[in-house]
């Protein structure tokens, strides 16, 4: 069986290192921490949301607590007055102490009334301040998560990058050595045929298509000139004689 010629020998060491390369940006592109990234960004995003509106809800309770506080003050004053006024035996007209003694009466009530009101709204910004820390610890964690994410990222993707530019330094040698019309075929054939531009025929098989030529075609392969550019009929891919003899 006659060897091809050298430079598409090269062919196949540069085939070697455009796979090694789409394997390379296909590993970059599958890492896991792409997709867990993006869970944790709409997860992070969901509690943003969350967290603006539990910011809202406390800062709003808040000033309901202090309008329940300011409508307390002015009716206790006015009970502590009324009380002084009852105790210091000022009012001695027994129609105005009836009228004074049922006001403190009223007054009591509506306190206890406000207080009520005051208790519940401090339960409920109780309530949405222990939500509101809730939030703000996921989010924090989540937040951590990411970061730990994108440093496992970029120090998998630093060590792919340097793998790539090694291989790509290596592929730029073997490209300077094959001819150009015979590079710009390999290249032309590689983009539209899954990155494989060229391949070894292996025994009676193109390892491209991995289908088993016809005895005739085969014959043809083998006698044929070693710098005849011979491509394969199935795949059309460049088929590569390496000089072993078929099975």
Excluded at 125 to 131: F, H, K, V
Excluded at 201 to 220: D, F, H, V, Y
């Amino acid at each position: 069986m006659k060897a091809a010629a050298p430079a598409q020998l090269r062919l196949l060491d540069l085939q070697a290192e455009d796979t090694a390369i789409a394997q390379l940006e296909h590993r970059r592109r599958s890492l896991p921490e792409h997709a867990a990234l993006s869970e944790a960004r709409v997860v992070r995003g969901r509690l943003q949301e969350s967290l603006v509106g539990a910011r809202t809800k406390v800062a709003d309770l808040q000033v309901d607590v202090e309008k329940a506080e300011a409508d307390l003050v002015p009716v206790r004053e006015r009970r502590v007055r009324d009380q002084q006024r009852v105790d210091a035996g000022t009012v001695t007209d027994p129609k105005q102490l009836n009228a004074l003694l049922d006001e403190i009466t009223h007054l009591g009530r509506r306190i206890s009334d406000l207080e009520d009101v005051e208790l519940e709204v401090m339960e409920q910004l109780e309530i949405a301040t222990g939500e509101q820390e809730m939030l703000t610890s996921e989010l924090t964690e989540v937040e951590n998560s990411m970061r730990a994410l994108i440093a496992s990222r970029d120090e998998q993707t630093a060590q792919l990058d340097a793998e790539q530019t090694a291989h790509q330094g290596v592929r730029d040698g073997l490209a300077a050595e094959v001819p150009a019309d015979l590079l710009a075929l390999y290249d032309r054939i590689r983009a539209r045929a899954g990155n494989l531009g060229a391949a070894a025929l292996k025994g009676r098989r193109c390892s491209g298509c991995q289908l088993e030529l016809t005895p005739i075609a085969l014959a043809g392969y083998l006698d044929a000139p070693a710098d005849d550019v011979l491509r394969c009929e199935e795949c059309e891919r460049i088929l590569v004689r390496t000089g072993a003899d078929p099975a």
